[in-house]
């Protein structure tokens, strides 16, 4: 019998789903950068670096904040959002982050990233993140710096080094083999946890960049997550190392199986109520800021819910109503509390004035819209 052949698998194919980077070193910005910026080996090495001092910084304030937490040192845990583990890994209100996390995972579970290069799906990095009763309690992160020997490690049934496994399968097979080595390094470095459920989370750079640092609008990165764990179903001839669970959660599958829109308000009601919440960085992203920037003005609640992108298309198709703003760059692009520009970081609103806020940005700085 003649073996199968692995499906064609690109990470380039799928960028057009992640906008900022896409326009950004791909497309150009009308009104904007009209020329796309050269994605150089140097940049996407430093962007790589960036985001794991990120990642570190971003455990560390988790665990602290949910300590914090139970012992009521919060004055107003509906405004302090932290960083979650499970994707797009983007900020969430703690006083709703323990039930959306047990509804999702259960009471006691891991969720490992594992950053495949965008090129090769070689393993660059793992940052695991453990939660008990919804609340994270540990974390760790390797790479070639912090345990140069983790990386090559070798699987005990294929016997191929952990960083190079899933170059030559296709994401459900090389996704479990990675896992089993992942789970070993978390009942090595906390075997109190070794009963816990373990799901691995494989992804590539433009996707982290994109949804975990670049989009400023919560509500945006639910539906562009959206369109990430369902590569397949909206045209893409393969399943990607884009982002997804391996397994994938059941309670996720089931809500995933929901057009966008609804699948947006409800995974968003659960981590934000009916709250917009802006994302933040904790470490300066100076490349990510200097050459890709962010919106001047996010897009309204309700546009991110309904935007659309299909295999063979390079922009989202958006509702009407829309307006693409232009880009702020540098020092600037982190849009701080006190900037001119609307619904800074940290800012946490009703979904219905954060539109407000969204059209009146627009009604009265044109020069803000790049159309």
């Known amino acids: 019998m003649t073996k199968a052949e692995r499906p064609i698998h690109d990470p380039t194919m799928v960028w ?52 914090y937490f139970r012992e009521g040192r919060l004055k107003d845990p509906e405004k302090v959002t932290p960083f979650l583990t499970y994707p797009p890994a983007f900020v969430a209100k703690t006083n709703l982050n323990p039930s959306a996390t047990v509804m999702l995972f259960g009471s006691s579970v891991d969720v490992c990233f594992a950053c495949h290069d965008d090129w090769t799906i070689e393993i660059h990095y793992f940052f ?49 083999l990675v896992r089993d080595i992942e789970m070993d390094i978390r009942n090595e470095k906390s075997p109190e946890f070794a009963r816990a459920a373990f799901h691995n989370f494989p992804y590539h750079q433009a996707t982290s960049t994109d949804q975990g640092i670049v989009d400023r609008s919560s509500i945006s990165s639910m539906a562009e997550l959206w369109h990430g764990f369902n590569i397949d179903k909206v045209g893409w001839p393969f399943e990607s190392y884009n982002e997804d669970h391996v397994p994938r959660p059941a309670g996720l599958d089931l809500m995933l199986q929901n057009p966008c829109d ?12 009916e709250d917009w919440c802006s994302k933040h960085t904790i470490g300066p992203q100076e490349t990510c800021h200097e050459f890709i920037g962010n919106e001047m003005i996010p897009p309204t609640p309700d546009e991110s819910a309904h935007m659309s992108i299909r295999f063979g298309m390079d922009r989202y198709k958006w509702p009407e109503t829309f307006r693409q703003s232009k880009y702020l760059y540098g020092q600037d692009a982190k849009v701080m509390p006190g900037d001119p520009y609307p619904l800074p970081e940290t800012a946490v609103v009703p979904l219905e004035e954060a539109t407000k806020i969204i059209q009146k940005a627009r009604e009265e700085h044109p020069e803000w819209l790049a159309e």
């Open 128 to 176: 695991d993140y453990h939660y008990e009763n919804g609340m994270q309690t540990y974390g760790w992160t390797s790479n070639y710096e912090i345990d140069p020997e983790l990386l090559n490690r070798r699987h005990p049934k294929v016997g191929e080094p952990v960083r190079e496994i899933c170059c030559s399968r296709p994401i459900h097979e090389g996704g479990m």
């Open 262 to 273: 609804v699948f947006t308000y409800r995974y968003h009601g659960l981590l934000y109520g």
């Open 16 to 67: 057009p789903y992640n906008r900022h980077w896409y326009s950004a070193f791909v497309l150009g910005r009308p009104n904007d950068r009209d020329e796309p910026v050269k994605l150089t080996q140097a940049m996407y090495s430093r962007m790589l670096q960036e985001e794991l001092e990120d990642w570190v910084s971003r455990i560390a304030e988790c665990v602290h904040t949910f300590r």
